[in-house]
C-alpha cells in the first residue's frame, strides 16, 4: 500500500491543519448544541403533556350514578381543531364507571391504546409512549389511571401531544444551526488562512531577498525582518560574506599561480627560440601547449566559482555586439550579421569574460571555416535559459567530425592555424554553467553552434 504524498508547502500544512481543526470543532459544537436543544425540546414537551394530564384530572369527577363529568379546558386550541394532533381523552378504567369524555379535535374518533403488557405503568401509575395519529402524525402519549372517590369509581385520562410538529421544530433549529456553524466555519477558516498568509509573509521577503543574491541584483540580505527570523537572515548574510571571501582566495590563489607559472614558460619558450632547428621548434611547441593548457585550467577554476556563486550579469546583445565588430574586421571579406535587437534584453547568468570567451572561440572557429557569411543570433529559451547560435557557410561537419572535433587537441585539418582547443575549451566552461554545446548544420551550408548558457530573470531592467 503506497503512502500519501506528504505537503511539503508549509503554508498548506498550516493552513490545512487550522481547517481540519476548526471544522472538527465546530463539527463538535454544532453535534453538542443539537443534541441538547433537542433533549430540552423533547423534555418541555414532555413536561407540558405532563402538567396538561394533572389539568385534566382536576378537572373531571364522576356522579353518584358512576357517569363520568366535566369540561376541562387545558388552555390551548389545538385541543379544540379537528385532526390537530393534540388531544385528551377520560374513559372507564373500573366496571363500576360509565361514560367518556373527549376533546373537540377527537371527538367520537379514538386512537387505540398500547396494551399494559408493553408498555406497563410505573411506581406512579403513569405511562408514555409513541402511537401513531389520526393524519399520519406522530403521537407522544402520557396516560394515567386514577380512583376518582371513595366508591372506587376509576378512570383512565390521555392526552396526546403531536410528536411530529416538535421533531420538525428540532429538524429545523439543525438547519438553521447548520447554516450559521457552517458560514462562521468558513469566515474562521478564511481568516485562519489570511492570517496565516500575513504571518508567513516574512518568510517570503526573505525568499525574494535570497533570490536577488543568487541572481546578482544585491550582494546580501537587506531589509528589516521581525525578530524570530532576523538570526536567519544575519546567518545568510554571514553564509554569503564567507562564501564571497572563498571566491575571492580561490580567485586570488588563481591569479597567484599564473603569475608564478607564465615566467618559467616564457623563458622555455625564448630558450626554444634561441635553439633554433627542429629541437628548439619542438620545445616551443610544448611550451606553447603548456602555456594553453594551464590558462584553461585556471580558466575552467574561475568560472566554477564563479558559476557556483551566480551573482554575475552580462548583457548580451553589447558583449556578442563587440565581438562581431573584432571578427569582422580579422576578416573584412566575410559578412556578419547579428540581430541586436533581438538579444535586447537577454542577461547572462555568468560574467562577461566567460561568455567573451565562449561565443569568440566559436565566432574564431566560425572565421576560419566561413566562405562569405557568418550568422550570429541570440534568443530566451525557457524562463531562465538563454541561447546563442553561430552559423557560417563553410564545408561544415559530419556526424563523426563533430564527435571528433569535441575531443580535446584535435584539429579536423592540419592545414589551418589553432591548436584544437577551442571547442573543447568552449565545451568545458558551458558545463561547468550547466549548459550544452550542440554542434549541428546551419541553413547556410556550413556549421551551426549553439551554446544554451543560464540566463538571469528580470532582463536589464533588474
Do not use: C
Request: net charge negative.
Amino acid at each position: 500500500m503506497m503512502a500519501a504524498p506528504a505537503v511539503r508547502s508549509l503554508t498548506a500544512r498550516v493552513i490545512l491543519l487550522s481547517s481540519v481543526w476548526a471544522i472538527v470543532a465546530f463539527a463538535v459544537a454544532g453535534g453538542l448544541i443539537s443534541t441538547l436543544y433537542e433533549r430540552t425540546a423533547r423534555k418541555g414537551f414532555e413536561d407540558l403533556l405532563t402538567a396538561q394530564l394533572y389539568n385534566l384530572v382536576n378537572s373531571v369527577s364522576v356522579g353518584d350514578s358512576g357517569y363520568l363529568s366535566g369540561s376541562p379546558d387545558l388552555g390551548d386550541l389545538r385541543y379544540l381543531q379537528p385532526l390537530s394532533g393534540w388531544y385528551w381523552e377520560v374513559v372507564p378504567a373500573s366496571a363500576n364507571t360509565q361514560g367518556r369524555l373527549s376533546s373537540g379535535s377527537l371527538g367520537i374518533l379514538d386512537v387505540p391504546p398500547t396494551a399494559t403488557a408493553q408498555v406497563p405503568f410505573d411506581a406512579a401509575y403513569r405511562r408514555s409512549y409513541d402511537a401513531d395519529g389520526l393524519d399520519g402524525e406522530q403521537l407522544r402519549i402520557i396516560e394515567t389511571e386514577v380512583v376518582l372517590d371513595s366508591q372506587n369509581h376509576a378512570a383512565r385520562f390521555r392526552v396526546m401531544g403531536n410528536a411530529s410538529v416538535v421533531a420538525a421544530e428540532i429538524g429545523e433549529f439543525d438547519r438553521i444551526l447548520t447554516l450559521y456553524l457552517g458560514a462562521v466555519g468558513l469566515g474562521t477558516v478564511l481568516v485562519n488562512g489570511l492570517a496565516i498568509l500575513f504571518g508567513l509573509g516574512p518568510l517570503r521577503a526573505v525568499r525574494a531577498a535570497l533570490s536577488d543574491v543568487r541572481t546578482g541584483r544585491a550582494e546580501r540580505l537587506e531589509g528589516r525582518f521581525p525578530i524570530e527570523i532576523e538570526p536567519l537572515a544575519v546567518e545568510m548574510n554571514a553564509l554569503i560574506d564567507n562564501n564571497r571571501r572563498i571566491v575571492e582566495r580561490s580567485r586570488t590563489q588563481v591569479g597567484n599561480l599564473a603569475h608564478s607559472l607564465k615566467t618559467p614558460i616564457a623563458v622555455l619558450v625564448n630558450e626554444a627560440s634561441a635553439m633554433g632547428r627542429e629541437r628548439g621548434r619542438v620545445i616551443g611547441d610544448q611550451a606553447e601547449r603548456m602555456r594553453q593548457q594551464v590558462q584553461h585550467y585556471l580558466d575552467r577554476a574561475r568560472v566554477a566559482a564563479q558559476s557556483e556563486g551566480g551573482v554575475f550579469r552580462t548583457p548580451v546583445a553589447p558583449t556578442l555586439e563587440r565581438l562581431v565588430r573584432v571578427v569582422a574586421k580579422l576578416n573584412p571579406g566575410i559578412n556578419l550579421d547579428f540581430d541586436a535587437e533581438a538579444a535586447a534584453d537577454l542577461v547572462f547568468a555568468g560574467e562577461k569574460q566567460d561568455l567573451e570567451e565562449i561565443a569568440g572561440n566559436l565566432l574564431e572557429n566560425a572565421g576560419k571555416w566561413a566562405k562569405a557569411r557568418i550568422r550570429v543570433s541570440a534568443e530566451a529559451t525557457g524562463a531562465d535559459r538563454v541561447s546563442v547560435s553561430i552559423e557560417d557557410d563553410g564545408p561544415g561537419l559530419t556526424a563523426e567530425q563533430i564527435v571528433e572535433a569535441k575531443k580535446r587537441g584535435t584539429r579536423l585539418d592540419e592545414a589551418t592555424p589553432g591548436s584544437g582547443l577551442g571547442l573543447s575549451i568552449v565545451l568545458d566552461m558551458v558545463r561547468e554553467y550547466r549548459g550544452v554545446l550542440d554542434l549541428g548544420r546551419s541553413e547556410l551550408g556550413g556549421l551551426k553552434a549553439t551554446v544554451t548558457l543560464p540566463r538571469a530573470p528580470g532582463g536589464l531592467a533588474a
